[in-house]
C-alpha cells in the first residue's frame, strides 16, 4: 500500500483497505459512526484518499520545484507609506526581522506564508525563483512550501516521539528503517540540552524540547524550502546550532526576534516599523564581532541555569570568557 495512504488511514484509526478493492466500495462499507468519529464524510474521505494515492505515483523530483529565491515586494505601512524596495533572499540565507513590539513582524511572517498577492492588509506580493506562486503552490495542501514554527509549539496529539516520527518519515515515503528518526532525536536532544527518547510522549515534552524536535524535524523531513520561526529566544535550544542546521539544508530562513544575538547571527535583519519593512541592514565585521562577546555572555548564563538546575548556590563572579576578543577571533577564524 502507498505509504502516504497507510499513514492516513492508521492517524484516523482506520484499518488498511484491501488490495483490489475499488476506494469508494470500501468507503461504502464503513459505518456512519466511523465517519462522525473521523469528522468526515464518505466524499471528503474519498477526495483525501485519492489526493494521497495521485501524490504517490508522482516522483518526488516531478512533484517538487526547487525554491532558490523569495522576493519580498511592494507593502505599505498602517499609514499607506510604502515599504523598503524589493528584498531578494536566497537559499542557505538567514534573515531576521526585527522591530518593537506591534509593529508588524508577525504579519510580514503570515505574508510570507501564505505567499500574498496583495490580498493582506499589507498589501505585500511575495514572489518565488522571481515569478508569482501557482494556484498549487498557494493553495494545495500537498504542495506546502512554508514551514513555521511559532513561540507556542505544544503538542496535543497523544502520539510518542518515535511514532510521530515514523509516521512523518512514511508520509514523505521515506523508510523508517534508514534511521531517520533516530537522527531527529539525536538532533533535537543537541539543541534542546534536555534529552528525551523515541517512547516519550509529545504530550510530555518541554517547550525547548518540542521546538528542538520540530527545527530537526523541518530540516532533515520537512519538503518545505521556506522556514518561518517566530521568537526561539525563549526556548532553551542553541540558537546558532538551529540555525546552522536549517541553512546546511539550504532552506530559506526569516525569523522574527527581539534577541540581539540572534538578530546578529542572521546575514541580514529587516526592520518594520508601523507595519513596513523601513531599512534591511547586512550584518557587519564590527557586528560579528560584537555577536562573539554576546556569545561568551550566552554561554555563561546557559552555565548558570545548569548549575541552578542542578541545585547549586550562585555566590562567585561569573566568568564571562578567559581570553581577550582579539583572542577569541583568532581563534575562531583560525
Known amino acids: 500500500m502507498n505509504p502516504r495512504v497507510a ?3 492508521s492517524g484516523l484509526g482506520l484499518p488498511d483497505f484491501p488490495a483490489g478493492i475499488a476506494i469508494d466500495r470500501w468507503i461504502a462499507g464503513l459505518s456512519e459512526t466511523a465517519l462522525q468519529d473521523m469528522g468526515l464524510d464518505r466524499e471528503q474521505l474519498s477526495a483525501h484518499l485519492q489526493l494521497l494515492i495521485d501524490a504517490g505515483t508522482t516522483s518526488p523530483a516531478a512533484a517538487r520545484t526547487a525554491i532558490h529565491t523569495l522576493t519580498i515586494e511592494g507593502g505599505h505601512d498602517k499609514d499607506g507609506r510604502a515599504g523598503h524596495d524589493a528584498l531578494v533572499v536566497k537559499a542557505g540565507e538567514i534573515v531576521c526581522i526585527v522591530g518593537p513590539t506591534g ?3 508577525s504579519r510580514l511572517l503570515a505574508d510570507v506564508e501564505c ?3 496583495g490580498d493582506t492588509p499589507s498589501g505585500r506580493r511575495i514572489l518565488l525563483n522571481g515569478a508569482l506562486p501557482t494556484a498549487d503552490q498557494r493553495f494545495a495542501p500537498d504542495c506546502k512550501l512554508v514551514a513555521q514554527l511559532s513561540q507556542n509549539m505544544n503538542f496535543v496529539v497523544d502520539l510518542t516521539v518515535g511514532v510521530f516520527l515514523d509516521m512523518h518519515a512514511a508520509c514523505r515515503q521515506i ?6 528518526t ?5 538532533i533535537a536532544n543537541s539543541l534542546a540540552g534536555e534529552r528525551f527518547g523515541p517512547d516519550v510522549s509529545l504530550t510530555q515534552l518541554s517547550g525547548g524540547q518540542s521546538r528542538a524536535l520540530m527545527i530537526a524535524d523541518a530540516a532533515l523531513l520537512s519538503e518545505s524550502p521556506i522556514v518561518l520561526i517566530d521568537e526561539i529566544e525563549n526556548a532553551g535550544i542553541n540558537r546558532r ?6 541553512v546546511s539544508e539550504d532552506k530559506i530562513v526569516l525569523v522574527s526576534t ?9 546575514h541580514r535583519r529587516v526592520i518594520i516599523r508601523n507595519g513596513r519593512v523601513a531599512d534591511v541592514i547586512t550584518t557587519s565585521e564590527a557586528e560579528k564581532a560584537v555577536l562573539v562577546q554576546l556569545e561568551d555572555i550566552d554561554a555563561a548564563l546557559l552555565g548558570v541555569r545548569e548549575r541552578l538546575r542542578r541545585g547549586e548556590r550562585i555566590e562567585n563572579p561569573i566568568d564571562w570568557g578567559h581570553h ?4 577569541r577571533l583568532h581563534a575562531r577564524n583560525g
Open 175 to 180: 523508510d523508517p528503517g534508514s534511521g531517520v
Open 182 to 186: 533516530g537522527r531527529i532525536i539525536a
Open 324 to 327: 581577550s576578543l582579539r583572542e
Open 241 to 246: 546550532d538551529a540555525l546552522d542546521l536549517l
Open 103 to 105: 509593529s508588524g513582524k
Open 7 to 9: 499513514a492516513f488511514l
Open 115 to 117: 505567499l500574498a498577492q
Open 258 to 266: 527581539h534577541d540581539p544575538l540572534l538578530a546578529l547571527l542572521g
